[in-house]
């Protein structure tokens, strides 16, 4: 199967600090995802790469980057955290080829103080 | 990509009933996926419907696709408390998944 791991479950942080979020997949896969899930406005794509050191930004990236220096890693980077920025974050990852499903993490529920 | 809008946005049945969501989508597509979502969790890929199939079968769930109506629906039967979650549809176009847009999902709670 399959895994997806987010490196917290939960995290607290305070305004204007810089903030890691970390996904590692264990299946080799060239997609990798960075969503942020919000009441009300549902999923919304953030950044996603598919491949190492190649990245495009998703609907909303307005105040995030990303890095992706191997394969397995892909981190959301919170420059300057926001109280906005609280929120649940979900990694998610896919195959290139065909149209394969998406593996999601456990997701991080990030609060922003 | 496009989105997926599911329908109703709430549902609530009792354990046992069978529990029908719907999708709607806009434009052509290649493939229909579902999703689910536990409280507080990551989403769990359930099935994926082709755009040359109609019907499709997994367990308990049913999966129908109307390419002509730009519709899917996810039927759930003998529904169980442990089927309590939000459920997600994301039509996908051709080429690779690579960005599915999301709605907000059918919230769905089975009561014992």
């Known amino acids: 199967d399959v895994k997806v791991t987010q490196s917290s479950r939960y995290l607290v942080k305070r305004t204007g600090e810089k903030v890691f979020l970390e996904c590692v997949q264990d299946?080799?896969?060239?997609?990798m995802f960075w969503y942020r899930q919000d009441p009300g406005l549902g999923l919304r794509l953030i950044y996603f790469?598919?491949?190492?050191?190649?990245?495009e930004k998703g609907d909303i990236p307005e105040g995030y980057s990303v890095s992706r220096e191997k394969k397995e890693r892909f981190s959301l980077i919170l420059e300057s955290a926001s109280t906005n920025q609280t929120s649940m974050y979900l990694c998610a990852s896919t195959p290139s080829r065909g149209n394969q499903p998406q593996h999601f993490g456990d997701g991080t529920r990030l609060s922003i103080l | 990509s496009q989105q997926g809008e599911e329908d109703p946005q709430a549902l609530s049945i009792q354990e046992g009933e069978n529990a029908t969501m719907n999708c709607s989508y806009k434009?052509?597509?290649?493939?229909l996926q579902w999703y689910r979502q536990n409280s507080g969790r990551g989403l769990v890929h359930l099935i994926l419907?082709?755009?040359n199939e109609r019907e499709k079968h997994s367990g308990r769930l049913r999966v129908t696709l109307d390419t002509s109506k730009k519709s899917s629906s996810l039927l759930i039967t003998a529904s169980r408390a442990a089927d309590t979650a939000s459920y997600f549809c994301?039509?996908?176009?051709?080429?690779?998944?690579?960005?599915?847009?999301w709605g907000l999902g059918t919230s769905l709670a089975v009561n014992p």
């Open positions: 790469s598919y491949d190492v050191k190649m990245k």
């Open positions: 299946m080799d896969h060239e997609n």
């Open positions: 994301a039509p996908g176009g051709a080429g690779n998944n690579r960005k599915l847009i």
């Open positions: 419907i082709r755009s």
């Open positions: 434009t052509s597509i290649n493939n």
